[in-house]
């Protein structure tokens, strides 16, 4: 196994537990690493001392068998963290197509890898230690994710000292690092996605970061166009928690975005990314996100969300979104009005030359249920995320991209594939051989685009809605009333969740004749035995589009149109409304 490090503050000594003593530490290639400088030196230690745990209370998962055979003893040896190989042999049951061995090449790659393995039946685990801590930091993956997780009590506190400090102490990982910062109300996620997939078709090492997440956490780090692995959060995890714990020491707690934030920034550093797009979480000028120093800043469509935090109207909103741009980075937005007027205003205070585009830059010329082609700078291009709010989208995205230094050299050429290859989930999503759309809008803005996109191509739909408390409940419901065939009113399972009484009366203002529901999963199954020749639509909340996910993989073979053998589909359709 090949481990290469690159950070000397994110890694100033690191412990190697050999499995066995069988598959003990074989070093090869340190003799061609640079002299090391004292500043860079660390010490490796391989600990073979066997556990007191027995194999019965270890159990028989991998995790407990590796366990009861870890032994412990000790050997130093410095070595230059700036460009350090260590390669550990005795990997034989590696599959031979992924064994680093194999392919190990006589110096460091242009992309360094940072990781830790463990081999089924023997090899190392590579855990990370703080020099300034005494204590080892022992890998325990269901330990760190659990109190990352056990972060979200500390709820919402915009700033950025505490993320500032935490950057700090990990060597600012942030610094030098290409990166493209949006924010926006609707349709950032999108505008993200779409920059990532031509950056990506551009030949780029891209990393993406956005939140909330839908199933799992490692949705909101993307690297190279794939969720980052459970073995890379918890290294990142493994590296950031002590810092936290020391700040929250002396009265800095960090909460779960900000630690997330790192989390992301230390990946994309260690992991080579070229070019990196980051969502803001809420806002901008306060958001964890604005610890970097971006390229260029997008501002996508602003509304009235967030109130508590954000401002009571669009134009104060605006400018809270609008602190994302930066002395000499041109600032890319679609906004118009009150909005565009707020973030002109803060960009000539702050020297951030402002570009502002059109959503009728480009033309939508055919709408499907999983794409739209459109008409842009002369050229039919496809876009694979549906709806006709998406072309904006793309507009905005090219814009930014095209205040990249590189654009014309390296990108231009590659926006129609990546622009047809986009790929974003629960974005009037339909799911395959199932009468059921997806989609987490949240915001009256996002529900009447929604319902004017559903209407062309779907005609009515059953409508199963649920939300958080602190969204606009009446302006969503009367959005999407109108485009329901029958209405569902549930709750999403999450302590924000506006109960079904308060859901259902924002809904009977505009159908009187909504049901309630007590879970997402019997408002669904209610939904799919009445709909008729009807597709049932879930919205709200990411935390709707999360259940109902979890929903599809419970009933798929039930409610199935292959299993059912219907032969209507949302194309014969489209277009199709009830009166």
């Avoid at 031509?198 to 997440?213: A, K």
């Avoid at 002590?242 to 790192?262: K, S």
């Avoid at 814009?399 to 790929?423: F, K, N, T």
Wanted: charged share 20%.
């Amino acid at each position: 196994m090949v481990l290469r490090l690159g950070t000397p503050a994110l890694a100033s000594a690191i412990c190697v537990l050999a499995l066995s003593s069988q598959s003990m530490m074989h070093c090869a290639g340190l003799n061609s690493l640079r002299p090391a400088a004292s500043s860079d030196m660390a010490s490796v230690t391989s600990l073979s001392q066997k556990t007191t745990k027995s194999a019965s209370s270890s159990g028989d998962s991998p995790m407990g068998r590796h366990r009861s055979q870890l032994r412990r003893t000790s050997i130093s040896m410095p070595i230059p963290l700036a460009a350090a190989d260590i390669i550990a042999a005795g990997s034989s049951n590696f599959p031979p197509a992924r064994n680093p061995l194999t392919t190990m090449a006589p110096r460091m790659p242009t992309r360094p890898i940072y990781r830790y393995t463990i081999l089924p039946t023997q090899g190392i685990i590579l855990i990370m230690r703080n020099a300034f801590r005494s204590t080892e930091i022992i890998l325990n993956p269901e330990g760190n994710m659990g109190w990352f997780e056990g972060l979200s009590g500390r709820g919402v506190r915009p700033g950025l000292a505490n993320i500032t400090e935490l950057m700090n102490r990990l060597g600012n990982p942030q610094k030098g690092m290409r990166v493209i910062h949006v924010t926006g109300t609707d349709g950032k996620g999108s505008v993200c996605a779409m920059m990532e997939s031509i950056l990506r078709c551009s030949g780029y090492q891209t990393g993406m970061f956005t939140s909330p997440e839908i199933l799992k956490v490692n949705e909101c780090i993307r690297i190279g166009g794939e969720d980052v692995s459970d073995e890379d959060l918890e290294m990142a995890v493994e590296a950031i928690r002590p810092h936290v714990e020391d700040m929250a020491a002396i009265g800095m707690e960090c909460t779960r975005f900000e630690v997330l934030t790192a989390m992301a920034l230390v990946l994309f550093k260690l992991l080579s990314v070229e070019i990196a797009i980051m969502e803001v979480g809420m806002g901008g000028r306060l958001d964890a996100t604005n610890v970097v120093d971006p390229e260029v800043a997008v501002i996508n469509g602003v509304g009235v969300e967030h109130t508590r935090f954000l401002g009571s109207t669009v134009g104060e909103i605006a400018l809270e979104k609008a602190g994302i741009a930066k002395k000499g980075a041109p600032c890319v937005t679609i906004n118009t009005g009150e909005a565009l007027e707020a973030i002109a205003a803060y960009c000539e205070r702050v020297g951030a030359p402002l570009v502002a585009v059109s959503a009728s830059d480009a033309e939508v010329v055919s709408t499907k249920p999983d794409s739209i082609d459109m008409l842009f700078e002369g050229e039919l291009i496809t876009v694979g995320l549906p709806g006709r709010f998406q072309a904006g989208n793309a507009v905005l995205a090219v814009a930014a991209l095209s205040q990249l230094p590189d654009y014309q050299e390296r990108i231009s050429d590659h926006v129609p594939e990546g622009l047809s290859a986009v790929s974003w989930p629960c974005r009037m999503q339909k799911h395959i051989a199932m009468p059921l759309v997806i989609d987490v809008t949240h915001t009256s803005t996002g529900a009447a685009r929604l319902a004017e996109d559903v209407a062309e191509i779907y005609g009515e739909v059953v409508l199963v809605i649920g939300m958080l408390e602190d969204k606009d409940l009446r302006g969503v419901c009367s959005k999407l009333a109108g485009v329901a065939s029958n209405v569902y009113v549930t709750a999403p399972q999450s302590p924000r969740a506006a109960p079904v009484e308060r859901m259902a009366a924002a809904m009977a203002e505009f159908r009187g004749d909504a049901q309630s529901f007590p879970s997402v999963d019997s408002a669904l199954d209610a939904a799919m035995e009445e709909r008729g020749d009807d597709n049932v639509l879930v919205t709200g909340s990411f935390r709707m589009a999360e259940e109902a996910l979890i929903w599809l993989q419970k009933r798929f073979a039930r409610y199935s149109t292959y299993s059912q053998g219907s032969t209507s589909t949302a194309a014969s359709r489209a277009g199709t409304r009830k009166d």
